[in-house]
């Protein structure tokens, strides 16, 4: 039995501190199919999974959205990656939290970011008929993404795995 997946909506739910709405998101990762994954190439081996902008031609982003109250932190990341890029995943450790301000209403947000180990790409997701999603270097989010903040927590995704080993049976879906 296949379900049908659906993205939550509202904002009844969302969780503030200070007035500032708790945004969460992911960087899908995942390293090109055969390569060996050293300290030294891993920006060449690196895929990263980055989505559309609702608001179209304003460059590429990683998918985040509200932490809610029914929900732990790293949940959100990973329900708000799947409406929004259609992938599922492991969850890893957060990259760290940055305060920024929205392009589109100068409000005040509270982000975290987490890396995600891409396990599966979904043909149907919530958010499909809204959004592109599209595997790039590091060095093309680096040029089209528009937020400051999700260049920074790239960097340090990078700077980690650069320090990690890894196991290429982990990488592969």
């Known amino acids: 039995m296949v379900g049908i997946l659906v993205a939550r909506s509202g904002r009844q739910l969302q969780r503030y501190n200070k007035g500032q709405r708790i945004v969460v998101g992911c960087i899908p990762y995942r390293l090109k199919g055969g390569m060996k994954a050293s300290s030294k190439n891993i920006e060449d081996a690196l895929e990263v999974l980055v989505i559309s902008t609702q608001r179209k031609g304003k460059g590429v982003l990683f998918p985040k959205g509200g932490w809610e109250l029914d929900e732990s932190i790293q949940d959100a990341a990973r329900r708000e990656t799947m409406e929004e890029a259609g992938v599922l995943g492991t969850v890893e450790s957060e990259l760290g939290k940055w305060c920024f301000k929205s392009k589109g209403n100068d409000a005040l947000y ?24 599209y595997w790039v270097s590091v060095s093309k989010v680096k040029e089209q993404c528009p937020y400051v903040w999700m260049k920074e927590a790239l960097d340090m995704l990078v700077t980690r795995l650069k320090s990690t080993p890894l196991k290429m049976e982990d990488l592969s879906y």
């Open 110 to 133: 509270e982000g975290h970011m987490f890396p995600l180990l891409v396990k599966e790409q979904l043909d149907l997701w919530p958010e499909k008929d809204i959004r592109q999603r």
